[in-house]
């Protein structure tokens, strides 16, 4: 059975960095893609950076890039997201996901993946 858990979740002040867990069980985990998405109350689920089986492409959504980064271990089968200079467009319910994918492309559309955790929260508030 597939089960991905999230962690890492909380309140934080604007500018600071929180790191997100994925913990993965129940599949072959080298041969999915991984993806962190993020839906705030209002919004539609948006990718926020996924990453590729085996060699770890990576994609990231504008408003993150140099700020986020997304990793893959896969003697562990986790994956992180790091987060640093959080700012007010940042709060949101954060999910993992996983699709079996290629090596040739990186999946970053909420439609596009077949498994979810059930997220973890992140405030940023001062």
């Known amino acids: 059975q597939v089960h991905l858990v999230e962690s890492g979740g909380g309140l934080v002040q604007p500018g600071d960095s929180l790191r997100l867990a994925c913990a993965t069980s129940?599949?072959?985990?080298?041969?999915?893609?991984i993806g962190w998405f993020r839906q705030a109350p209002g919004k539609k689920r948006e990718g926020v950076s996924c990453?590729?089986?085996?060699?770890?492409?990576?994609h990231y959504m504008d408003s993150v890039k140099g700020r986020f980064t997304i990793s893959r271990d896969n003697t562990k089968n986790t994956v992180d997201l790091q987060m640093s200079r959080l700012n007010s467009d940042d709060p949101a319910n954060y999910y993992c996901?996983?699709?079996?994918?290629?090596?040739?492309?990186?999946?970053?559309?909420?439609?596009?993946?077949?498994?979810w955790g059930q997220g973890t929260q992140v405030t940023v508030s001062s």
């Open positions: 129940g599949f072959a985990f080298d041969d999915y893609a």
């Open positions: 996901a996983a699709v079996p994918g290629s090596s040739s492309t990186v999946p970053c559309e909420a439609w596009m993946y077949d498994y």
């Open positions: 990453i590729s089986v085996r060699d770890g492409r990576t």
